[in-house]
């Protein structure tokens, strides 16, 4: 028993520093559409409307893949 729980911590932690570089990733992409991608002409409340809805997909995805890696994992 003890044996699995520490198996379980470790995948635990695992995700989060996965969860933590998909973080990072994602600032980085907003960081650099803010600067070189967004021109005079676009408003920002479409660029704001538009990055909403790309996160809110990217999000989704993300979470899909990590159920379907804990459901292959722990099955």
Not at 16 to 37: A, G, K, R, S
Not at 55 to 75: A, D, P, R
């Amino acid at each position: 028993m003890q044996k699995l729980n520490c198996a379980i911590c470790i995948k635990r932690l695992k995700l989060m520093f996965f969860n933590l570089d998909i973080e990072t990733n994602l600032t980085l992409v907003l960081i650099v559409l803010w600067m070189l991608v967004i021109p005079e002409h676009f408003s920002y409340l479409k660029f704001f409307k538009c990055l909403y809805s790309i996160f809110g997909l990217l999000l989704k995805v993300v979470k899909l893949m990590l159920n379907l890696v804990l459901y292959f994992w722990f099955s």
